[in-house]
């Protein structure tokens, strides 16, 4: 049961440039997504989150972009730094029987390089 | 800044046996979530509690695990019968509201079964 998929495990990007990290998913009733990063040994901390009524959410250096129609989202961080290191979690959830519950991905691994 | 707070951080047990994982909201949130990370894997759903009841359950959650909030502060979970699968880790979670609110998680507790 993949309703949330990141396909890509690792991302490796220079200090300063862009980094993009995509999210798509398949049960069309999601309609609340966040992004969560994770540093080893910690739980995930929220990042920036985005209503299917927008299709973008800027905060700072990072900005959420949902496109619905292609059931994707991404997550650019610009300019990544060195801290950004960390995996990074897609999470949505459905309005169905009024459900709290988020299903994640499974991560995507960034690394940015100085 | 308010936290969700988890002890243990690592717990060994034998197989067989009962554990009970403990967990600090942060004090103002009304829904209070346990999600867990096999080795490799998602993170996934296991509970939702509100208003001293559980609201919604994964079918992970199955008979041998169980939830409580003993007191004003504490959210509990107890797996009455460790088996080898039950191995992972075991984030809590709290938010304001139910759906469409930012669940803030704590580090984890690393469960081992032996």
């Known amino acids: 049961d993949q309703q949330v998929k990141q396909n890509s495990p690792s991302l490796s990007v220079q200090e300063g440039r862009i980094s993009i990290l995509n999210c798509d998913y398949t049960n069309s009733m999601f309609d609340y997504f966040l992004w969560y990063k994770k540093y080893p040994a910690e739980g995930p901390t929220f990042l920036i989150s985005?209503?299917?009524?927008?299709d973008k959410n800027e905060d700072g250096r990072f900005t959420v972009f949902l496109n619905k129609s292609a059931k994707h989202l991404s997550l650019h961080i610009v300019p990544s730094q060195p801290g950004d290191s960390a995996v990074y979690f897609c999470a949505a959830s459905s309005p169905q029987g009024g459900s709290e519950k988020l299903v994640f991905g499974k991560g995507t691994k960034l690394t940015v390089n100085p | 800044e308010p936290e969700v707070t988890q002890t243990p951080s690592h717990q060994v047990t034998q197989m067989g046996q009962e554990v009970i994982l403990r967990c600090v909201p942060i004090?103002?949130?009304?829904?209070f979530y346990w999600y867990r990370q096999i080795l490799g894997q998602k993170v996934e759903f296991l509970v939702s509690f509100y208003n001293n009841e559980i609201s919604e359950k994964s079918e992970i959650f199955d008979d041998q695990f169980s939830v409580e909030r003993p007191d004003g502060s504490n959210f509990t979970l107890k797996i009455r019968s460790t088996k080898l699968e039950d191995s992972a880790m075991y984030f809590c979670?709290?938010?304001?509201?139910?759906?469409?609110?930012?669940?803030?998680f704590g580090a984890g507790t690393r469960l081992s079964v032996l």
């Open positions: 004090s103002n949130h009304l829904y």
């Open positions: 979670a709290s938010s304001e509201g139910g759906r469409g609110n930012i669940q803030y």
């Open positions: 985005i209503s299917s009524i927008k």
